[in-house]
């Protein structure tokens, strides 16, 4: 029977699609994003895709029994604070919880910034202060009502909130982590007064200790909830009524997919999307190589993306930071920052600048000839020779190099007193200067050595520029893999259903103590982890998902007791013993002194177990990639030489087509391989090789 797997990733200028047929074999596809209907995006995609089988789309639709995206739209909602009017219910007394803040966790402030806080600018709330309200009942750390919640108070709140307008409402109420009863007494009341308002528990979505980081995240679930609700739904009806005979799934944060329509109840948790697909197919690539250990680096057309995976795993952070913010939502490591293909340039006082400000899908790049004035990354690829203008997006869209070369001539080397071709090197110099840095940022600020891993660059732009920024980083090899342009959306479709759940719990030992399994019981652990599992195999089952099919990974936050901050290690064996949890103990300090040096742990001071995490995995049920062919003496053909200018000077650079690479050959740099759907180059004074996956692998020293 005919069948078909697919997925996108819709980013801020291209959707890519992906597309896995019944015998295995993978298809790519990329058009236009439509910001103002992104599904219009996924259906042109879908259209190349039919034609390509000469089948109707809606024929095609009907044979695909999987379809996953990842999206942009919480992300968007965030950097635009385009959502919906939220009004806070607090525990009476704490108020202000939002707007004292942490401010020394605020991000894009230097150290002597943070210290003068009397010119200290906080990061703006996503709620306005009149839109709180406080109710009187208390819950202690215990977690015993000791002031019972007054329901006439919270009902007034809630009109009251409901009269100034709020969309949405998110309930923040002291130690509900512990006890929830309150809050969703108050969830009741809101329901019956307002039966359509998007309602966010904090000991829903965070049931953690943290009083600001719990009231945050429900605060912004509650203002992306909406649009997201609305967003999912109105993709769900479009993909329905061209043909889709099931309901999409969503990419998450955490590494997993969800059935769509539950994306709003925990928005923030798709808030890395798209990203995040990409880490888990350089994940892939990882395996096919070897390499346990990889950076992962996304370059497209307005940002670059860089994620780490360590040991064979994607690295997890407990925070995530969106507008200086953090949000405590466990998600896949991703660092971002403002570089891509249409990262505009422009000189500021004398001085040549790229970034982060982006001309978009629209008007796109000078050379695209749709309007866009300002030059960009993509111009200057396309002066330097790196691109061609005649087979961009495998000869679909024609690019403008005269109108590329004259933006730059006007805007870039005219005032600075240079060649056009100097110009348009210095650009692409910055920019990838500027993804060096933040490589180095991922991984050098977090303990890791660059040398020790290889890097997989994708998206529309990484594999053209990793020869240089990867060679600046001294990494093993930069790997293009065969699906680079489109790799975030491969990730996408080889995830599996994943579900998060975790609790705040302290189990310790005191200072002085060897025998931790004296104090810290393994029962207890057990305890917890089982309760854990129990509720995340109640949402997976709701989702259809067989028991037998679901793998469980356990996490431990701790810390050294004087501590504040945790580490977070994983659970070796399950249900433990007593000697397993003194092996857990001892892997704690492994990892601590991993991480911040031989000699760093301090044992003597007791361990303090914080918080407790489970990852529940479901696999999907979809045919296997077929995409390993044979190696042999292979001898790529170039199809011709074209002027590169590199370091300086121009350069022959043989040119060699998607059809002519071949499993075990061998290119001398300087070298470009035109793939159908992005450029990739070899560096003059670099060489790679093509591996049995069609993976071409450039040494960079």
Same mark, same amino acid.
């Given at each position: 029977?005919?069948?078909?797997?697919?997925?996108?990733?819709? +980013?801020?200028?291209?959707?890519?699609?992906?597309?896995?047929?019944?015998?295995?074999?993978?298809?790519?596809?990329?058009?236009?994003?439509?910001?103002?209907?992104?599904?219009?995006? !996924?259906?042109?995609?879908?259209?190349?895709?039919?034609?390509?089988?000469?089948?109707?789309?809606?024929?095609?639709?009907?044979?695909?029994?999987?379809?996953?995206?990842?999206?942009?739209?919480?992300?968007?909602?965030?950097?635009?604070? @385009?959502?919906?009017?939220?009004?806070?219910?607090?525990?009476?007394?704490?108020?202000?919880?939002?707007?004292?803040?942490?401010?020394?966790?605020?991000?894009?402030?230097?150290?002597?910034?943070?210290? @003068?806080?009397?010119?200290?600018?906080?990061?703006?709330?996503?709620?306005?202060?009149?839109?709180?309200?406080?109710?009187?009942?208390?819950?202690?750390?215990? +977690?015993?009502?000791?002031?019972?919640?007054?329901?006439?108070?919270?009902?007034?709140?809630?009109?009251?909130?409901?009269?100034?307008?709020?969309?949405?409402?998110?309930?923040?109420?002291? #130690?509900?982590?512990?006890?929830?009863?309150?809050?969703?007494?108050?969830?009741? &009341?809101?329901?019956?007064?307002?039966?359509?308002?998007?309602?966010?528990?904090?000991?829903?979505?965070?049931?953690? $200790?943290?009083?600001?980081?719990?009231?945050?995240?429900?605060?912004?679930?509650?203002?992306?909830?909406?649009?997201?609700?609305?967003?999912?739904?109105?993709?769900?009806?479009?993909?329905?009524?061209?043909?889709?005979?099931?309901?999409?799934?969503?990419?998450?944060?955490?590494?997993?997919?969800?059935?769509?329509?539950?994306?709003?109840?925990?928005?923030?948790?798709?808030?890395?999307?798209?990203?995040?697909?990409?880490?888990?197919?350089?994940?892939?690539?990882?395996?096919?190589?070897?390499?346990? @250990?990889?950076? /992962?680096?996304?370059?497209?057309?307005?940002?670059?993306?860089?994620?780490?995976?360590?040991?064979?795993?994607?690295?997890?952070?407990?925070?995530?930071?969106?507008?200086?913010?953090?949000?405590?939502?466990?998600?896949?490591?991703?660092?971002?920052?403002?570089?891509?293909?249409?990262?505009?340039?422009?000189?500021?006082?004398?001085?040549?600048?790229?970034?982060?400000?982006?001309?978009?899908?629209?008007?796109?790049?000078?050379?695209?000839?749709?309007?866009?004035?300002?030059?960009?990354?993509?111009?200057?690829?396309?002066?330097?020779? !790196?691109? @061609?203008?005649?087979?961009?997006?495998?000869?679909?869209?024609?690019?403008?190099?005269?109108?590329?070369?004259?933006?730059?001539?006007?805007?870039?080397?005219?005032?600075?007193?240079?060649?056009?071709?100097?110009?348009?090197?210095?650009?692409?110099?910055?920019?990838? /200067?500027?993804?060096?840095?933040?490589?180095?940022?991922?991984?050098?600020?977090?303990?890791?050595?660059?040398?020790?891993?290889?890097?997989?660059?994708?998206?529309?732009?990484?594999?053209?520029?990793?020869?240089?920024?990867?060679?600046?980083?001294?990494?093993?090899?930069?790997?293009?893999?065969?699906?680079? /342009?489109? $790799?975030?959306?491969?990730?996408?479709?080889?995830?599996?259903?994943?579900?998060?759940?975790?609790?705040?719990?302290?189990?310790?030992?005191?200072?002085?103590?060897?025998?931790? /399994?004296?104090?810290?019981?393994?029962?207890?652990?057990?305890? &917890?982890?089982?309760?854990?599992?129990?509720?995340?195999?109640?949402?997976?089952?709701?989702?259809?998902?067989?028991?037998?099919?679901?793998?469980?990974?356990?996490?431990?936050?701790?810390?050294?007791?004087?501590?504040?901050?945790?580490?977070?290690?994983?659970?070796?064996?399950?249900?433990?013993?007593?000697?397993?949890?003194?092996?857990?103990?001892?892997?704690?300090?492994?990892?601590?002194?991993?991480?911040?040096?031989?000699?760093?742990?301090?044992?003597?001071?007791?361990?303090?177990?914080?918080?407790?995490?489970?990852?529940? !995995?479901?696999?999907?049920?979809?045919?296997?990639?077929?995409?390993?062919?044979?190696?042999?003496?292979?001898?790529?053909?170039?199809?011709?030489?074209?002027?590169?200018?590199?370091?300086?000077? #121009?350069?022959?650079?043989?040119?060699?087509?998607?059809?002519?690479?071949?499993?075990?050959?061998?290119?001398?740099?300087?070298?470009?391989?035109?793939?159908?759907?992005?450029?990739?180059?070899?560096?003059?004074?670099?060489?790679?090789?093509?591996?049995?996956?069609?993976?071409?692998?450039?040494?960079?020293?």
């Amino acid at each position: 029977m005919l069948q078909f797997y697919a997925s996108s990733d819709i +980013g801020g200028t291209f959707t890519d699609t992906t597309v896995l047929d019944g015998a295995g074999t993978l298809t790519r596809y990329k058009s236009s994003t439509v910001p103002s209907d992104p599904v219009k995006g !996924v259906l042109a995609t879908f259209e190349l895709a039919a034609a390509e089988r000469g089948m109707s789309l809606e024929d095609f639709l009907g044979k695909m029994r999987l379809f996953s995206h990842g999206t942009t739209i919480a992300t968007n909602s965030v950097l635009t604070r @385009n959502g919906a009017k939220v009004g806070v219910i607090h525990t009476q007394g704490f108020g202000d919880t939002l707007f004292i803040m942490k401010a020394y966790k605020s991000t894009g402030l230097d150290e002597a910034a943070r210290k @003068n806080f009397r010119k200290l600018i906080k990061p703006k709330p996503f709620l306005d202060r009149n839109m709180i309200r406080e109710v009187p009942e208390r819950v202690d750390y215990k +977690g015993d009502a000791i002031l019972k919640l007054d329901e006439v108070a919270a009902r007034a709140a809630v009109r009251s909130l409901l009269d100034a307008g709020a969309e949405a409402i998110a309930v923040s109420l002291l #130690w509900s982590f512990k006890f929830p009863d309150h809050e969703r007494r108050i969830k009741e &009341i809101i329901l019956e007064e307002a039966p359509e308002t998007f309602v966010t528990l904090s000991s829903d979505i965070l049931p953690r $200790l943290g009083e600001y980081a719990r009231s945050q995240t429900a605060v912004l679930n509650a203002f992306l909830g909406p649009k997201v609700k609305k967003a999912m739904t109105s993709l769900d009806a479009a993909m329905r009524q061209a043909g889709l005979p099931h309901e999409p799934l969503l990419m998450r944060s955490n590494g997993g997919v969800m059935a769509a329509g539950k994306a709003a109840d925990e928005a923030v948790g798709i808030l890395l999307s798209g990203p995040v697909g990409g880490v888990v197919g350089a994940q892939l690539v990882g395996q096919m190589v070897g390499s346990g @250990n990889v950076i /992962s680096t996304d370059m497209g057309g307005t940002s670059f993306d860089v994620g780490l995976i360590v040991d064979g795993r994607p690295l997890i952070q407990r925070e995530t930071f969106m507008e200086r913010q953090p949000l405590a939502v466990p998600s896949v490591t991703v660092d971002t920052i403002g570089a891509g293909g249409g990262s505009i340039a422009f000189v500021e006082n004398g001085r040549l600048r790229v970034g982060p400000e982006s001309a978009g899908a629209v008007p796109g790049p000078v050379c695209y000839g749709a309007g866009g004035t300002e030059p960009t990354v993509t111009d200057a690829d396309v002066v330097l020779g !790196v691109v @061609n203008p005649d087979n961009f997006l495998g000869g679909r869209m024609k690019l403008r190099a005269d109108l590329a070369r004259a933006a730059i001539e006007e805007k870039i080397a005219k005032p600075l007193g240079i060649s056009v071709e100097e110009a348009a090197s210095g650009i692409k110099r910055i920019v990838d /200067s500027h993804m060096a840095d933040l490589v180095r940022q991922a991984t050098v600020h977090r303990g890791y050595d660059p040398r020790d891993f290889v890097l997989v660059a994708f998206g529309g732009a990484g594999p053209t520029h990793s020869y240089s920024y990867g060679a600046d980083l001294g990494v093993k090899s930069v790997i293009v893999p065969r699906t680079a /342009s489109v $790799l975030s959306a491969h990730g996408i479709l080889i995830s599996d259903l994943v579900v998060t759940k975790e609790t705040s719990q302290s189990i310790i030992s005191p200072p002085g103590s060897e025998e931790f /399994s004296k104090f810290m019981k393994a029962e207890d652990i057990n305890a &917890i982890f089982q309760g854990l599992q129990d509720e995340a195999m109640v949402e997976l089952s709701a989702q259809g998902v067989p028991v037998e099919t679901v793998k469980f990974e356990r996490y431990v936050d701790m810390r050294f007791r004087p501590q504040i901050f945790d580490l977070s290690v994983d659970l070796q064996t399950f249900p433990l013993t007593a000697p397993d949890v003194d092996a857990l103990v001892d892997h704690f300090i492994d990892s601590y002194e991993a991480r911040f040096g031989t000699g760093s742990s301090f044992r003597s001071a007791g361990i303090d177990m914080s918080a407790f995490r489970l990852v529940a !995995v479901s696999k999907l049920d979809r045919i296997e990639q077929s995409g390993e062919v044979a190696v042999g003496d292979a001898i790529m053909v170039p199809t011709g030489v074209r002027p590169l200018y590199e370091a300086g000077e #121009w350069h022959d650079a043989a040119i060699y087509d998607e059809r002519a690479v071949k499993a075990g050959a061998l290119i001398p740099g300087p070298a470009i391989v035109e793939l159908d759907d992005t450029t990739m180059v070899v560096g003059p004074n670099q060489q790679a090789t093509v591996d049995r996956f069609l993976n071409i692998i450039i040494k960079t020293s």
